[in-house]
């Protein structure tokens, strides 16, 4: 139990599907990311959300869109994605967006686009 | 700016020997230094983390960090491995001030143990 839960674990879709992945947070933090971990590259980062309030966007293509409803939530909704989008995403939280703070994720979830 | 580099894509140890995962990193900022363990198809695991107080700092199971400004390096080693600490290995570097932290990630590490 990693104190972030993410759901689904797996998830196949085809490029016109719409999904949504999401992940919950019990442990009173206040920051929110979402990570892409693809196969040899290191994380990269893709949202960061503080206080409900997203204050950072990596350039992310629209076909992903979050939503953070509460500090204990976030979505991340997806539609007409492409095979390259396949990867692990990964939700983290910390207490603050502070340089000292560690993440915490959660198991993420495996996409495969299709 | 800020850099971490793993120096090893891939370790192999036989079970019991000791454990070395090479890090170095570079930064503008007085850094901190996080090392995570990813087990397959699992999230990322705090391992240990430097935040400017001792050098050398204890972990979970068994790693320990040592933090050398002189070297910019922050290598992860444990005296005796075990069959479970088979994973993915990740430096991270943690550098700003206030909000404007950023986190950058290595590549990772891949640590086999034989028996």
């Known amino acids: 139990e990693t104190g972030v839960t993410q759901t689904p674990r797996h998830l196949v879709m085809g490029m016109t599907n719409k999904k949504s992945l999401k992940c919950e947070q019990h442990l009173g933090h206040n920051a929110m990311y979402w990570y892409k971990q693809s196969a040899k590259k290191p994380l990269e980062l893709m949202f960061v959300y503080s206080l409900e309030e997203r204050v950072e966007n990596n350039s992310v293509p629209s076909r992903f869109s979050p939503e953070c409803p509460n500090s204990s939530h976030l979505f991340l909704h997806l539609h007409t994605l492409q095979p390259e989008d396949s990867a692990l995403y990964l939700c983290?939280?910390?207490?603050?967006?502070?340089?000292?703070?560690?993440?915490?994720f959660g198991n993420g979830t495996r996409l495969t686009v299709t | 700016a800020q850099s971490v580099t793993q120096l090893d894509s891939h370790v192999s140890v036989s079970e019991g020997t000791p454990v070395l995962l090479r890090c170095n990193y570079s930064s503008s900022y007085s850094p901190s230094l996080f090392w995570y363990v990813q087990h397959p198809n699992k999230g990322l695991q705090l391992l240990l983390k430097y935040t400017s107080a001792a050098t050398l700092v204890k972990g979970i199971n068994g790693f320990e960090a040592e933090f050398k400004k002189s070297e910019t390096s922050f290598h992860l080693t444990k005296p005796s491995a075990h069959m479970s600490d088979a994973a993915e290995y990740l430096c991270?570097?943690?550098?700003?001030?206030?909000?404007?932290?950023?986190?950058?990630f290595g590549t990772g590490t891949r640590l086999q143990v034989t028996l």
């Open positions: 983290a939280s910390s207490p603050d967006r502070g340089y000292n703070s560690p993440l915490h």
């Open positions: 991270v570097v943690s550098a700003g001030t206030g909000t404007a932290s950023k986190l950058t």
